[in-house]
Structure formats: C-alpha cells, structure tokens
C-alpha cells in the first residue's frame, strides 16, 4: 500500500458527459501529479499541484482540469467525455515539488461508453 | 528529444534465469531514472532508482546499470521467480524535475 488513495475505483459514463476523479496524497506529501496510462499510449503525464499550485503540465486536454485544495487532496475533472477518454488514471504523490520518489495510487479505471 | 525508449515490449523467462530491460534516452538533462513495477490491476510500484553520478545500483536481486555516454540504462533481475512476472517500466524526469516521462513497458513472465 502506497499511502496514496483514490475514488472511484472505477467509473462508467456515457459520451459528453463529466465526471470527477479524487486523489489523497501520502501524508505529509505535498505534490500530487496525475497519469493517464492507455494500452497505446502508455503513462503519460497530465499535471502536477504543488502545495495548492499548478507546478507543471504535460499532455493535458483543454477539457481536463484539475486542483488542489489546502488540505492537499486533488481532483481531476475531465468533461465533454469522449469514447478515447477511456482510460486508468493515476495518481501520485511525492514530498517535493522536484526530483524525488512519486508514490502511485491504484487508480480509476474510466470507461465512457 | 523528450522520449524514453524501453524494449523489449514482452520478455518470457525461466525460473532462475536473468531479465533484462534496457531503456534509452535522449536528453542529456534527465538526471533521475527509477523503475517502476507494475501488477494487473494496481498501480505502479517503485523498485529502484539511479542517478547519472553511479553506474550501477544493486538492491537485492534487482541491478540498474547505467551508462551515461550511451545513454541508456537497464535492469536486471537476477534469479528471476513466477511473483516477478508484471509490467516494467523504466522512466527519466524531466528538465523541469518534476514529472516522471515513462517509457512504454516490459510485460515480463517468469515461467516455473
């Protein structure tokens, strides 16, 4: 166990529709970073929140956004769902904002049908 | 320039033997490479990390070695068991040092 949390553990939706992904960091973490992992994309990085700031992006979408909130916890919002959304989502969690170990969460699997 | 290349993208071993996982890459400002394990189902799992300052780097069965000219590095399991077989995947940080850019996985099977 990572210490890192998220719910769903799955979710089920249809196209056009939004849907919320949470994330609880180790305790004592203070970046929370988000993964979508595809079979023919791989992990690709999505963002990073440090200590309630946006520290960096990577391949996210304009229907994608996401936040922190003071108690450290993260959520990720994906509206406008499309079929290509279907996906693992991860979070993670390291102690710094830099190079440092970053602890993985289970997951939501995200269907959108 | 971004990019981490792994292969080989599915490795079949025997009980005992060796696996080993090689990656490479391309930016000369990546200085953070761990390994990452990855069962059916959950997400991944720290193993081991290297930075470019060693070339090898030995926790129990597991080795990286690394080779900053080549620039690659790779993993070895040694005495590789049924409970390894899972999803390898290596990755480097990237120039900002924040997040991790992963390469595509190993699906590694450990045949008793």
């Known amino acids: 166990d990572s210490g890192v949390t998220q719910t769903p553990k799955h979710l089920i939706t249809a196209t056009g529709q939004r849907v919320t992904l949470r994330c609880s960091p180790r305790?004592?973490?203070?970046?929370v970073y988000w993964y979508q992992q595809s079979l023919d994309q791989g992990l690709q990085f999505l963002i990073q929140?440090?200590?309630?700031?946006?520290?960096a992006k990577g391949n996210i979408l304009e229907r994608f956004s996401a936040q922190q909130f003071p108690d450290l916890h993260s959520e990720l919002n994906l509206s406008s769902l499309e079929l290509g959304d279907s996906a693992l989502y991860f979070c993670?969690?390291?102690?710094?904002?830099?190079?440092?170990?970053?602890?993985f969460g289970p997951g939501t699997r995200l269907t959108v049908l | 320039q971004q990019q981490v290349k792994q292969s080989p993208q599915s490795l079949i071993v025997q009980k005992g033997g060796i696996s080993i996982i090689n990656c490479a890459y391309e930016?000369?400002?990546?200085?953070?490479f761990p390994w990452y394990q990855q069962f059916p189902g959950k997400g991944p799992a720290l193993l081991i990390a290297?930075?470019?300052?060693?070339s090898e780097k030995k926790e129990g069965r597991f080795t990286i070695s690394f080779n900053k000219s080549a620039k690659q590095f790779s993993l070895h399991i040694m005495d590789s068991q049924p409970g390894d077989s899972a999803t390898y995947f290596c990755?480097?940080?990237?120039?900002?040092?924040?997040?991790?850019?992963f390469g595509k996985g190993t699906t590694l099977s450990v045949s008793s």
């Open positions: 290297i930075r470019p300052d060693v």
């Open positions: 930016n000369t400002a990546f200085d953070y």
């Open positions: 990755a480097a940080n990237n120039q900002a040092g924040t997040a991790l850019i």
């Open positions: 305790s004592g973490d203070l970046s």
């Open positions: 993670a969690s390291s102690h710094s904002g830099r190079t440092d170990t970053q602890y």
């Open positions: 929140y440090y200590n309630g700031e946006e520290r």
